[in-house]
T-cell receptor, first 114, second 116 residues
Framework: AQTVTQSQPEMSVQEAETVTLSCTYD???????LFWYKQPPSRQMILVIR??????QNATENRFSVNFQKAAKSFSLKISDSQLGDAAMYFC???????????FGKGTRLHILP | NAGVTQTPKFQVLKTGQSMTLQCAQD?????MSWYRQDPGMGLRLIHY???????DQGEVPNGYNVSRSTTEDFPLRLLSAAPSQTSVYFC???????????????FGNGTRLTVT
């Protein structure tokens, strides 16, 4: 069975600085999809960024980028120029291309220090 | 579009009572799923479905039943509620295997369930 591990329960970063959230996963599949979701205090889940495993190029969305290392099964999220609105829980998610199942890690709570 | 509609928003049950959490989506998504969110545990998959008539167990299926008689609806049933089922529940949907699987999940607003 696949698993997703987020080893940092909480992190803090100064406003305007850069922070990296880590995510590792375990799978025997070669084809899958990876996602980062953000959950602010409103509890709403918001897609941050996504990556297809067959693509070597790292995905980027404005200030958000990933470092996807398929061999190491690592999928970290880098947030540049951190803003107060980035404060939230961040979840890493894995989608199997075989059975479509989508599982999440335990999350990292990100604090932005003014 | 309404997206994913989840009801109720809040519910208090006594141990042993049963209830159904409703979930409906109007986006013609094949994939639907239920998660529970507990502090420090992230979102854990309870059950999921890849299409009408098809359901499968997730990571924590015990104590929960689901059915998928239509594409739109995916109710979650608690047959005999236990305090360990106190949690926030999310329903989510997305395009299925026949479509682009990098499609994101669309979430309902969640149900806060307390079992006393």
């Amino acid at each position: 069975a696949q698993t997703v591990t987020q080893s940092q329960p909480e992190m803090s970063v100064q406003e305007a600085e850069t922070v990296t959230l880590s995510c590792t996963y375990d799978t025997s599949e070669s084809d899958y999809y990876l996602f980062w979701y953000k959950q602010p205090p409103s509890r709403q889940m918001i897609l941050v960024i996504r990556q297809e495993a067959y693509k070597q190029q790292n995905a980027t969305e404005n200030r958000f980028s990933v470092n996807f290392q398929k061999a190491a099964k690592s999928f970290s999220l880098k947030i540049s120029d951190s803003q107060l609105g980035d404060a939230a829980m961040y979840f890493c998610a894995y989608r199997s291309a075989r059975d479509d199942k989508i599982i999440f890690g335990k999350g990292t709570r990100l604090h932005i220090l003014p | 579009n309404a997206g994913v509609t989840q009801t109720p928003k809040f519910q208090v049950l006594k141990t042993g009572q049963s209830m159904t959490l409703q979930c409906a989506q109007d986006m013609n998504h094949e994939y639907m799923s239920w998660y529970r969110q507990d502090p420090g545990m992230g979102l854990r998959l309870i059950h999921y479905s890849v299409g009408a008539g098809i359901t499968d167990q997730g990571e924590v299926p015990n104590g929960y039943n689901v059915s998928r008689s239509t594409t739109e609806d995916f109710p979650l049933r608690l047959l005999s509620a236990a305090p360990s089922q106190t949690s926030v529940y999310f329903c989510a949907s997305t395009r299925g295997r026949s479509k682009k699987n990098n499609s994101p999940l669309h979430f309902g607003n969640g149900t806060r369930l307390t079992v006393t």
